[in-house]
């Protein structure tokens, strides 16, 4: 019988860049929509319906060995795997958990040292395009961008003793759902939410504003808020240590924010330019940028983290370097990917307006994150 690899076990191949065949065996609507991706990944897609009969047409289209099959959620890639070891091909795995597995998976990856002996994690979700961070300092952590499968990062605070004593979003998200209020629920941690992205929820938070200094373990690593509009009218980046600069949706990579996930974009598009035009402007150059999201794999370096110096991006990022505003706004408000699937729904389940079952939640994340401009 074929054996299954882990989401995990997938996740270091691609970072480490170690060559992986898949054969994806969704229907091809959702394999066009989201699939594995990597520098190192070769990829064939073909219907699972079209192999009940067996698998002799494929055979020459795959590699006679070291082959990966994925569906969505486990049972079809099995069977279809064990169909391919049965008709000669060697070393056949299938992912456990199928696709839904490697949505949700959270890759821990450390982007450095804070003072008096802190440190900062990246949590790279892979399949989602997503990250989160850890701030750990002297027994206490703090959680920011948390997604809503929780259990990794009570893990990994664990593992370092440490007691998750801080949550925050940088924004209300609407691509993922956010898992800050459970965090909350299991820690007693506070929870901090902009109040201008806040006025429709339905439960207790720390309001985040401008300014707020933010302090995690007994050497006080500080946190500082710094109220930046644009992606969402209540989005605030961070400052970490002096260091680091988590931009929240506003400041990607190779991209920048999109004001519309809310309807507004005309509305927001000026605020937008403000931050990114005026705001971050005024930031020291040496700022290490950490977004909350990626859209391509080429964002993500050799070691797996995804990160740039402010300065550098100023240089490079096409989204920084458009000079006449006009042109500016007809960038972001007329080159808008597709809406994240779900996102209304999304946002009510992130102001606590509703609150379903645990598998359907998981299905209203399935897919990419969309919140760049094109």
Not at 149 to 154: D, M
Request: with cysteine; net charge negative; charged share 30%.
């Amino acid at each position: 019988m074929a054996t299954a690899m882990t989401a995990k076990d997938i996740a270091r191949k691609v970072i480490d860049k170690e060559e992986l065949f898949i054969l994806d065996v969704r229907n091809q609507k959702e394999f066009d929509d989201w699939k594995i991706e990597g520098d190192s990944v070769e990829i064939f897609n073909t219907p699972y319906f079209d192999l009940l009969d067996g698998v002799d047409d494929i055979l020459g289209k795959i590699p006679s060995e070291n082959v990966l099959v994925v569906c969505a959620k486990e049972g079809s890639s099995m069977m279809v795997a064990d169909m391919l070891e049965e008709a000669g091909v060697k070393n056949v795995t299938y992912l456990s958990g199928g696709m839904k597995a490697w949505s949700e998976y959270l890759e821990p990856v450390k982007i450095g040292e804070l003072s008096d002996g802190g440190e900062l994690y990246q949590f790279v979700r892979l399949g989602k395009g997503c990250l989160s961070y850890m701030v750990v300092s002297e027994g206490e952590a703090m959680v920011i961008d948390s997604n809503r499968t929780i259990q990794p990062y009570l893990d990994f605070a664990e593992e370092k003793q440490a007691k998750i004593v801080q949550v925050a979003d940088t924004h209300l998200h609407a691509d993922h759902i956010s898992g800050g209020r459970a965090l909350r629920e299991e820690t007693g941690a506070a929870y901090w939410l902009p109040p201008k992205d806040a006025t429709e929820v339905t439960f207790d938070y720390k309001a985040l504003e401008d300014g707020n200094e933010i302090k995690v373990g007994t050497a006080k690593i500080d946190v500082q808020a710094i109220y930046s509009p644009g992606h969402t009218i209540g989005s605030t980046s961070f400052i970490i240590d002096e260091k680091y600069l988590l931009t929240g949706d506003i400041l990607f990579v190779e991209s920048i924010g999109r004001p519309d996930l809310a309807g507004l974009a005309e509305d927001w598009v000026g605020d937008l330019r403000q931050t990114l035009y005026s705001r971050y402007q005024n930031l020291s150059d040496d700022l290490i940028v950490l977004p909350a999201h990626f859209g391509k794999m080429s964002e993500v370096a050799d070691d797996g983290t995804v990160s740039a110096p402010l300065g550098k991006l100023y240089e490079e990022n096409e989204g920084l370097n458009v000079e006449d505003e006009g042109e500016f706004r007809k960038m972001v408000t007329e080159n808008l990917p597709p809406q994240p699937n779900s996102y209304q729904e999304i946002r009510q389940v992130n102001m606590g307006q509703i609150a379903p079952e645990d598998e359907e939640q998981r299905e209203m994340e399935i897919g990419p994150n969309r919140c760049a401009v094109n």
